[in-house]
């Protein structure tokens, strides 16, 4: 199981690279079906 440290470190992690999502194409715009789909891939290639 992981430890808190871990939690938090994957936690920031995948807020950076949402950011980094979201700046490559400042002008695109997503629908919640979009987002929700994105945050569901993270949260699956976490618990990989």
Known sequence: MPTEKEIVLAQKAMAFD???IFKADPEKTYTAEE???L???FIK???Q
Do not use: M
Request: hydrophobic share 60%; proline share 0%; aromatic share 0%.
């Open 18 to 20: 949402l950011i980094q």
């Open 35 to 37: 987002l929700e789909k």
């Open 39 to 41: 945050l569901v891939a």
């Open 45 to 47: 290639g976490i618990e």
